[in-house]
Nanobody, 114 residues
Framework: VQLVESGGGLVQPGESLRLSCEGS????????VNWWRQAPGKEREMVAQ???????RYSDSAEGRFTVSRDNAKNMVYLRMNNLKPEDTAVYYC?????????WGEGTQVTVSS
């Protein structure tokens, strides 16, 4: 089982990115999938969640700017991030949970800087 994040990069403040989480040997559609991030020197923070019935939740910092979505046909989960700010700079991780079964990706770096 593998989760692979992609789509990170270096952007300027106000720009957008779309992160992708691809599942291998795992049916992401039945999992609750969370996007976490960790900035240097800070604890890991959950920023978005999409549950099995596509119920979505966001952190206060992500609400209104980030959108999580699924494409079950492609076995993918996305995180669209708009109006990025320097404080969004972090490694972003995809996490899938179903009962006691849990998997993590290795992360993708997002850097927001002018």
């Amino acid at each position: 089982v593998q989760l692979v994040e992609s789509g990170g990069g270096l952007v300027q403040p106000g720009e957008s990115l779309r992160l992708s989480c691809e599942g291998s040997e795992i049916q992401l559609g039945i999992y609750t999938v969370n996007w976490w991030r960790q900035a240097p020197g800070k604890e890991r923070e959950m920023v978005a969640q999409v549950a099995g019935r596509s119920t979505k939740r966001y952190s206060d910092s992500a609400e209104g700017r980030f959108t999580v979505s699924r494409d079950n046909a492609k076995n993918m989960v996305y995180l669209r991030m708009n109006n990025l700010k320097p404080e969004d700079t972090a490694v972003y991780y995809c996490n899938a949970r179903w009962g006691l079964d849990e998997h993590w990706g290795e992360g993708t770096q997002v850097t927001v800087s002018s």
